[in-house]
């Protein structure tokens, strides 16, 4: 299977309309290269451009899903378009990641449950998602996660259990901490026994410089790739099968004590 991370670029002064076009240009230019594509999380906006969220969210089959929708079934390619400011009906933001299929159909939608800046920015201006999500592809099982999700391990082994064998992460995660972002990743993936594949954004977000560096690692931890610090597309043929192979040759998974049945008293 070959899945290509688009790390792209969100800069001040661009606006939103532009942003989507290049998005939707660069998913098409995967056409016949990947079979799964995936965008970083709040491109549209930028993850740190808080006052961004309320002014340009959107309802969850607003613009952008329209456009991702029709860039993947374009390139015919599964597509993790990242996430968008989602504002519900009844008006609560939410971080909500879509999945599409190579036909242009929604998948699955996922709403970030951790949601980070403690008491300001995202944490008090969205609402929790509630959900562990998971979307099944003719080779694998992905789970979706966001960004901060990455630094709580609990969501990713429900995801396990929930059928993952693919951990998909976009991300908005800032430079300053990317030693976390590399080390959490291939943690996530050597706990789990799954591939990660982590998407970041490059640029800047409302002044804070983002990691870059998306990466790509397999269910022994091994890095497979990891992309620079700019604008990139970072493509990597991986095997789902492995997933399994690991699980067996190093069955640790199934000797899980807590979490497995209520405390005893």
Request: hydrophobic share 45%; proline share 6%.
């Amino acid at each position: 299977m070959r899945a290509s991370l688009i790390q792209i670029a969100v800069d001040e002064g661009e606006s939103v309309e532009s942003r989507r076009e290049r998005a939707a240009s660069l998913v098409m230019s995967q056409a016949g290269a990947a079979d799964l594509v995936v965008l970083p999380e709040l491109w549209t906006t930028g993850a740190f451009a808080f006052e961004e969220f309320g002014r340009e969210a959107e309802p969850l089959e607003g613009p952008t899903y329209e456009a991702m929708a029709k860039a993947a079934s374009d390139a015919g390619v599964w597509l993790h378009a990242g996430s968008i400011p989602e504002r519900d009906p009844e008006g609560t933001l939410y971080n909500t990641s879509l999945v599409f299929t190579p036909t242009g159909d929604l998948a699955a939608a996922y709403r970030k449950v951790h949601r980070f800046g403690f008491d300001k920015g995202e944490a008090v201006l969205m609402g929790a998602g509630r959900d562990l999500v998971t979307v099944r592809l003719p080779d694998t099982t992905l789970g979706l996660a966001t960004c901060y999700d990455l630094r709580f391990p609990e969501l990713f082994r429900g995801l396990v259990d929930a059928g993952a064998e693919t951990l998909v992460v976009p991300a908005g995660w800032p430079e300053r901490r990317r030693a976390h972002w590399t080390l959490l990743a291939r943690a996530r993936a050597v706990e789990d026994q799954a591939f990660v594949l982590a998407c970041g954004t490059a640029g800047t977000h409302a002044g804070v410089p983002q990691a870059g560096h998306s990466i790509v690692v397999d269910p022994w931890g091994e890095v497979l790739a990891e992309a620079g610090h700019g604008e990139e597309i970072l493509t990597v043929d991986f095997d789902p099968a492995k997933v399994a192979t690991t699980r067996e040759q190093f069955p640790a998974l199934k000797d899980r004590v807590l979490g497995l049945e209520p405390p005893r008293r």
